[in-house]
T-cell receptor, first 112, second 110 residues
Framework: DARVTQTPRHKVTEMGQEVTMRCQPI?????VFWYRQTMMQGLELLAY????????DSGMPKDRFSAEMPDATLATLKIQPSEPRDSAVYFC??????????FGPGTRLTVL | RKEVEQDPGPFNVPEGATVAFNCTYS??????FFWYRQDCRKEPKLLMS?????NEDGRFTAQLNRASQYISLLIRDSKLSDSATYLC???????????WGAGTKLIIKP
């Protein structure tokens, strides 16, 4: 049963530190999304990749967030420097099209 | 006005009852509609797509009303395991983005 994997599952860090979150999409899926979920805002799209190319990262604070796909099996989301307001659950999702997205278990980030 | 709106609930429903909730969307150009389910502290999972003619999957029925711009989800003979947050998702086909509702929380009580 193919699944999207994400690491780490939980991360507690201090303000100002760099945070790197990793995602392994389901093999063969050519679309990858990064989302952030908070109680207040719900699910927010941060970035979208198709065939490893970033098509949209307008949802990300550009000064501190960056998303990449170094290869088809790895997507990364970095926050540098992290701030308390970045505390959220970060989900990666992959699919063969944007319509059907398979989510990973998420990274629960707490920035103190 | 939000692009996709849902009653946040929670809906407290006794086991075995039928429950329905709606989701309204603002963009009349929306073409694709979905219901996702999210269990507490878990990731969202696709429950069902919503077709123009409506569709049924076991105890779950989804309907689309384009004139009034809403979709609905009906759950019959509710089970304790149906307790979750149900997310309404809308897509404008000219765009890749899925627009997510904030979710409706459902609690099934024994």
């Amino acid at each position: 049963d193919a699944r999207v994997t994400q690491t780490p599952r939980h991360k507690v860090t201090e303000m100002g530190q760099e945070v790197t979150m990793r995602c392994q999409p389901i093999l063969g899926h050519n679309t990858v999304f990064w989302y952030r979920q908070t109680m207040m805002q719900g699910l927010e799209l941060l970035a979208y990749f198709r065939n490893r190319a970033p098509l949209d990262d307008s949802g990300m604070p550009k000064d501190r967030f960056s998303a990449e796909m170094p290869d088809a099996t790895l997507a990364t989301l970095k926050i540098q420097p992290s701030e308390p307001r970045d505390s959220a659950v970060y989900f990666c999702a992959s699919g063969l099209s944007p319509d059907t997205q398979y989510f990973g278990p998420g990274t629960r980030l707490t920035v103190l | 006005r939000k692009e996709v709106e849902q009653d946040p609930g929670p809906f407290n429903v006794p086991e075995g009852a039928t429950v329905a909730f709606n989701c309204t969307y603002s963009n009349s150009a929306s073409q694709s509609f979905f219901w996702y389910r999210q269990d507490c502290r878990k990731e969202p999972k696709l429950l069902m797509s919503v077709y123009s003619s409506g569709n049924e999957d076991g105890r779950f029925t989804a309907q689309l009303n384009r004139a009034s711009q809403y979709i609905s989800l009906l759950i019959r003979d509710s089970k304790l395991s149906d307790s979750a947050t149900y997310l309404c998702v809308v897509k404008v086909d000219s765009n890749y983005q899925l627009i997510w509702g904030a979710g409706t929380k459902l609690i099934i009580k024994p």
